[in-house]
């Protein structure tokens, strides 16, 4: 267990001190401003001793929505987190335009570090951790307290979600990039905090540039939140691109985060972290959805996924071995929706089972009444606990018998709470976000599933054994569960879809819930 033990964080020091800290090699600061509570700032130091696995570097700086120094507590014992609810109403920033505007409502106790710098590239990086109060439960709430970065007045964005640095965008929901602190786990007061992410954004090489960064609550004055940065984190000298890679359910891949990554410092790339773990050749790390990631002797990593079919996110840090590093996010995608043989599905004049429909066939669908099916398709897979079909017991949604579906296969969901929580009257929610564990569950019984897709023009909802569900629905994620034959079959069905994004398909039926919003409306 973690000790509690408070991180030394100097809040005398100045805006330039604190700019020096954080910008690194190939950037020269010329100015720097600092706007806040003069307690919700500073320049922290030690923290891989004294936080370990919480901070994104040894030092850095620390700007605060209360005072700064409320990250960690001084108890000595293992009550690391002795406080669910630390606030301070600080005589921070109210009101600030760029932060309202982020935020999409009044913002408060803002601290805020305005910096003018010449870069020698033309990318900047900027290395954080975000930590906060309001994790876990105000995560479905307008209490969304959020990080906020603009170069030359252009509102940087982390890969993740919407975009945003903020409690609403990452938290238990992207369970590899979160860590859920309320069991005292970590030496910090936080209730939860990020892993190690990075903001990346174009500059002007050669000319002043301005940077705005800062954290603010939202709404309110209560629950603290921090931003972390990262000592020498801010700079041009190596830039880690964020990738993207498709990866088949229990497949194996090798990928090269680094192909993509660049070095203006010398030096020669190579990986050191996964996930904030420390790493060598041949070494392994497990993330917590199940998938393993191994660093090679070439630099490359392979990945082997598990069965669960899902988008996953890992960081990793690329150094270039004479004292330069930076951090990037790699987005793991693996996901097939699909019914199971024996599934019927509604037709004009009666009900067909899903193996016996072929193209040209039409089939109901809820919003457009019949439509031609444009392509079938089918897989088989081994039942694993991830890769097991969903089983909604007869009546528990609305169907006439049995209905078993893939983990990821979306399911319609109505009513008050749905129009309640979510301003609309209906929503998809994935059938594993459903289970409760006696009428919806994994159909562990089952060795092997044969699996079938179903594609229209458009995204539909059907019905299949009288409960409404979604048709498939084709992109990047999707298309990585086929072989390169049936991919080449789909893509002449649909030139206009793009392989590598998915736009030309048109939108969603309906609103996808995420994970942590599904077991909203699943405990209700």
């Known amino acids: 267990m973690a000790t509690a033990t408070e991180l030394s964080i100097d809040t005398t020091a100045s805006a330039l001190q604190m700019a020096e800290e954080i910008f690194g090699d190939g950037v020269t600061v010329t100015s720097a401003a600092y706007s806040g509570d003069a307690l919700s700032s500073g320049i922290y130091s030690g923290a891989d001793t004294t936080t370990p696995g919480v901070a994104p570097a040894d030092s850095g700086v620390i700007l605060s929505t209360g005072y700064a120094r409320d990250f960690t507590n001084s108890d000595g014992s293992t009550n690391t987190n002795q406080r669910t609810d630390t606030t301070t109403n600080t005589a921070g920033v109210d009101g600030d335009a760029d932060f309202n505007t982020l935020a999409g409502t009044q913002t408060f106790d803002a601290a805020i570090l305005e910096v003018e710098f010449i870069p020698d590239g033309d990318t900047l990086t900027i290395d954080f951790v975000l930590s906060s109060e309001e994790y876990p439960e105000f995560v479905n709430s307008q209490y969304n307290d959020v990080i906020g970065v603009w170069v030359n007045g252009v509102e940087a964005k982390v890969s993740i979600g919407d975009g945003t640095a903020s409690i609403g965008n990452i938290n238990e929901g992207s369970e590899n990039i979160y860590v859920d602190n309320t069991g005292d786990g970590f030496n910090t007061e936080m ?268 995204h539909q909802i059907l019905w299949a054994n009288g409960a409404l569900s979604e048709s498939y629905q084709p992109g990047p994620e999707t298309a990585a569960g086929f072989d390169a034959e049936t991919q080449a079959e789909i893509r002449e069905l649909f030139p206009e879809l793009c392989a590598k994004s998915g736009r030309g398909f048109g939108t969603a039926a309906r609103l996808s819930l995420r994970g942590f919003e599904a077991r909203v409306i699943a405990a209700a």
């Open 191 to 458: 209730d939860g905090f990020t892993i190690t992410l990075t903001f990346v954004a174009p500059v002007n090489a050669g000319e002043v540039n301005t940077l705005k960064i800062g954290v603010a609550d939202t709404s309110d004055v209560a629950y603290d939140t921090n931003l972390l940065i990262a000592g020498g984190s801010v700079q041009t000298a190596i830039v880690a691109e964020d990738d993207q890679e498709d990866i088949a359910i229990g497949k194996t891949r090798v990928i090269d985060v680094l192909e993509n990554d660049s070095t203006a410092a010398g030096g020669t790339l190579s990986i050191t972290h996964i996930n904030d773990h420390a790493v060598s050749a041949g070494d392994t790390v497990t993330l917590a959805t199940g998938q393993q990631i191994t660093l090679n002797a070439d630099g490359t990593l392979t990945v082997v996924a598990d069965g669960d079919l899902e988008t996953v996110h890992f960081n990793y840090t690329a150094d270039n071995g004479e004292g330069n590093s930076d951090t990037g996010l790699v987005e793991i995608k693996q996901t097939v929706p699909c019914f199971l043989r024996g599934t019927l599905i509604r037709v004009p004049g009666g009900e067909v089972p899903v193996e016996d429909l072929r193209p040209g066939m039409e089939v109901l669908t809820l919003d457009n009444g019949p439509q031609v099916l444009q392509w079938t398709g089918s897989r088989r897979t081994a039942c694993t606990a991830r890769t097991a079909p969903i089983r909604f017991a007869a009546g528990s949604f609305g169907n006439s018998c049995d209905l078993y579906v893939s983990p990821q296969h979306r399911m319609v969901v109505s009513g008050p709470l749905a129009e309640l929580l979510f301003g609309e009257p209906e929503v998809l929610v994935k059938a594993k976000d459903l289970v409760n564990g006696t009428t919806i569950r994994p159909a562990l019984e089952l060795e092997q599933a044969d699996y079938f897709h179903l594609l229209f023009g458009s």
